[in-house]
């Protein structure tokens, strides 16, 4: 899961995405950064991390990062929250195997076009809608992994 700082919405991601995994007992490994490292470190903004509570996830524990070249290798999708994301992450790599791989997170079931709005200057209901596109397109994510594990 990967925005502009790793601090409002791809932690929301992981966790979001991180209770969808146990709720459907995937196996599988999450995780977030950012394409900047100017909040390596920090914890997520206090915004996200009342929004996620209010959901009954907690993303207290999650610290700040930037996206490193071997992410591209380490993970098997990499979902970004807006455009500008995407652009960013194709220009640091120019094998079309992790081309391949990055897609914007609300594209992830049907080919929307839609962005996840970065919600740093906005006020707590910027991350409600947030959370809530999230939590919405990462429960149809975790369906997709349950019909394909069955089929496996
Ligand atoms: P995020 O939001 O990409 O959703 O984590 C932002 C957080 C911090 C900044 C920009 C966006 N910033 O400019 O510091």
Redesign the pocket.
Known sequence: MV?????????LAEGIMKAKLDKYNLPYTVDSA???N??EGET??HR?VKIALENGVDISSQR?RGFKSDDFDRFDHIYV?DKS?LSTLKERTSEASHHAKIRLIMDAKHKTGKE?P???YGNLNDFRD?YSMLDEICEEIALDFVEKSRKS
Do not use: E, F, K
Request: charged share 10%.
């Open positions: 925005c502009l700082g790793n601090i409002c919405r791809s932690p950012g394409t900047g100017w909040h997520p903004d996200s700040a929250m994301n996840v970065d919600p740093y947030v």
